[in-house]
């Protein structure tokens, strides 16, 4: 991801990601109800945005790992 104030790359390997979970990088955290992040399952990538506690913005991209190959997003 590539603002005007920062840029965040992240090299992940995952061999299998359970399918109740997941895993991100959180950013802009201001508190536990104040964040953005970036979430990655087996079956998506999401960019969400968190305030006072509630989901207020989010991107969802269907997207299927394959093994042993990295994804870019």
């Given at each position: 991801m590539k603002?005007?104030?920062f840029e965040i790359k992240v090299d992940a390997f995952a061999?299998?990601?359970k399918e109740d979970?997941?895993?991100?990088?959180?950013?802009?955290y201001r508190d536990a109800y104040n964040y953005e992040r970036f979430l990655m399952t087996e079956d998506y990538v999401s960019y969400q945005r968190y305030e006072k506690g509630?989901?207020?913005g989010q991107r969802l991209d269907r997207i299927k790992f394959r093994k042993n190959k990295k994804a870019q997003i």
């Open positions: 603002t005007n104030n061999k299998k990601i979970a997941g895993f991100g990088v959180i950013f802009n509630g989901l207020v």
